[in-house]
């Protein structure tokens, strides 16, 4: 079955795919009217392939609250594992494009994947904003190049292709078909501006985002450094059919003055228009950047939220040793105090569900330090804090590059907070249990090839 859908959205996209350059052929200058044809090689002579990937294996033990639904099924520890095979490919086509997919194929799964088909079970949770962790699908996407090859309630071993992008490169600029990943903004931790599958702020590792369906073009204008358009469609869950409501629509203008850099973004996002305007520069050793975002949340424009993020950087030496530091602060008026009411509004869970927003609370003080101890080891840490509790989550890690292609990770993550903070631990709407974020210990190994 997956092979057949696979060769039909295939299909579709090489009939695209032709649609387009007719277009940019016809739009671009012949610039073969410069080439010698006596000494130009075949065409087939100038392709150029090129072979990577990683195999990724983690490990984790972690431990639950026992006011958590968690305490139901299983009291912890819980062990997991999970092995990420990553194989990838670009094809060059000269100097007009290339081709890029990545295959990936992930086994996931343990005590935490068991509990979480346990609890998904219970009737329990009902409108109570609860969200227990599944693995990537392309339910929404336009191909659906993802496919379970087994599950069962401690592990999932599936394979998906996360790239499969064709680049183009006419004179005027550049234009990206596929799937693709996309960042925008300037965010370190946060980042409001970054529409398409951000990274969660405790996400530590951050090699690959999840790619999306879009097709994306790239120019400049004038006095404008560069022009950034892109469509994402997507599919709605109920019908399985592309829709304008459940696609989105953006843009974003990139300009300098001096040492200085502007962004200015608006999309059509879902059924909400998202405005931003970002920029960064910097203040003698030390680079800042901040982002504004103003997003509806209907389509009468008469409810409407703002994000704010704001970072300063710097890197130093001290005792011999190479430092780097950031300290960033994200506000979003969306958020709330109050958890229990924050983890059943609609708007909130809305952004949550779709990847876009992680946290309930409205302000937030990041800080990140990291010092290389050896040219092969380095030390990290990574605060999260909720200044409205306080509460927040600590990520100590370390990293050592084994060998030429091998690195070792070895980090937790730890949370305080009274109870009754939003990583101390809040009460879950109409029942007995509390939500908070599980202490963790993990190793992580990391070949390249």
Known sequence: MIFNVLLKNVLWFLVGTVFFLIIIASLSEASDSTIDTDTELPWYQQIDTRWGGHVKARGAVSWHDDRTAYALVDTGPYYDG???????????????????????????????????????????????????????????????????????????????????????????????????????????????????????????????????????VQFAAGMIDDVHMLYVPRRDSATGEVETDQSSFASKMHATAGTTEFDVMYARHYQEDVAGIGSRGYLFDAAWRMDVTWSTLDESHSNSYVAVVANMDYSWAWWQKNMYGFIEFYFNSLGKDQYDMAIIDPDIYKRIERGEMFTLGRKYLSGHIHVELHPLFNAYMTVINNLSDPSGIIQPRVLWDVAENFLLTAGANVSYGATGTEFGGFPIPETNFIAAPPASVFLWGNWYF
């Open 82 to 216: 999970h092995i990420d095979f990553r194989l990838k490919n670009t094809i060059f086509f000269s100097d007009w494009g290339s081709f890029e997919t990545h295959y990936e194929a992930v086994l996931a799964g343990g005590d935490t994947t068991k509990a979480a088909n346990d609890l998904e079970t219970l009737d329990l949770f009902q409108g109570s904003g609860q969200v227990f962790n599944r693995p990537i699908n392309d339910d929404r996407r336009f191909f659906n190049f993802t496919s379970i090859i087994e599950e069962e309630d401690y592990y999932t071993l599936y394979h998906r292709l996360d790239r499969f992008v064709l680049t183009v490169q006419p004179q005027w600029g550049v234009i990206n078909l596929g799937r693709q990943a996309m960042t925008w903004g300037n965010g370190l931790v946060f980042n409001p501006m970054d529409l398409f599958n951000p990274f969660a702020p405790t996400d530590i590792e951050r090699d690959y985002k999840v790619g999306d369906d879009m097709a994306a």
